[in-house]
């Protein structure tokens, strides 16, 4: 069977590329999986103590934490787009200066949205003088979908979404490189019913699973096609002598 070089490599090549992402994609679910045990982990582990020195995020990231200071009512910013139970509402994002100096972002719960008023905010309570608050520390805020950054503009207390580096910037703050997710009741009036962290494992083995499937896809339509193609090739060589034969005899003699 004749053997098309094109067509074939073009076939390998979609088989090479579709496994080895399928491949990516089962290292990245196994690496979320790890995150997971890690996340299981940190959550019966004592809360690390949160101080001046600056601490990286991939060495605090989803730990226990706790930390003594006050928080700073006048820079809050409120996150807009963030449902709980359906209905619609804030986070409430406020620095907290630290007891050993330094600063980090608090974010203290969630607090139901006006719907007559969108700029109306709920009443709430923020503890006076210098509290102990406990948490899980996050890489961010939490983050919601957006076009452009008209609804992150800086010097608004409304916002769609908060950069800690960004935010660090604008106030001049020397801010930890991540936010503290509050656990901790301190009577505030607002709500702290976390969702767990979402690490999306079964839409890593979902992809794996597609690509593989292309790849082996790609495998039955070659053998199709070179199966169609020994075939047709057949075909053509078993017409051939016959032609042959009428052009050499050339017509057949007349009585």
């Not at 139901?112 to 890489?139: Q, S, V």
């Not at 039955?220 to 050499?248: I, Q």
């Amino acid at each position: 069977m004749k053997i098309r070089l094109i067509p074939t490599l073009l076939i390998l090549i979609v088989v090479a590329v579709t496994l080895r992402l399928g491949f990516w994609q089962r290292d990245r679910a196994h690496q979320k999986e790890a995150l997971q045990a890690h996340i299981a982990q940190f959550e019966s582990a004592p809360a690390q103590r949160i101080g001046a020195a600056p601490i990286a995020l991939k060495d605090i990231e989803f730990h226990r934490v706790r930390a003594v200071g006050q928080f700073m009512p006048q820079q809050v910013v409120y996150l807009d787009n963030r449902p709980y139970n359906d209905q619609a509402g804030f986070y409430v994002v406020m620095p907290f200066k630290l007891r050993d100096g330094g600063y980090v972002l608090v974010n203290r719960g969630w607090l139901p949205r006006n719907m007559n008023e969108r700029t109306a905010i709920a009443p709430y309570d923020t503890p006076k003088g210098e509290i102990e608050i406990e948490g899980i520390a996050r890489a961010d805020a939490s983050r919601a979908y957006e076009l452009g950054q008209g609804g992150s503009a800086a010097h608004q207390p409304i916002r769609q979404n908060l950069d800690v580096a960004s935010y660090a910037a604008e106030t001049g703050l020397p801010l930890q490189p991540f936010v503290i997710q509050q656990t901790g009741d301190t009577g505030d009036k607002l709500v702290r019913d976390w969702p767990a962290p979402a690490t999306g494992v079964e839409r890593n083995y979902g992809y794996m699973f597609q690509w593989w499937g292309m790849a082996a896809a790609a495998v039955v339509f070659g053998l199709y096609a070179a199966r169609r193609g020994a075939k047709n090739a057949k075909r053509v060589d078993s017409k051939r002598p016959e032609s042959n034969d009428a052009a050499n005899n050339g017509p057949a003699p007349h009585a």
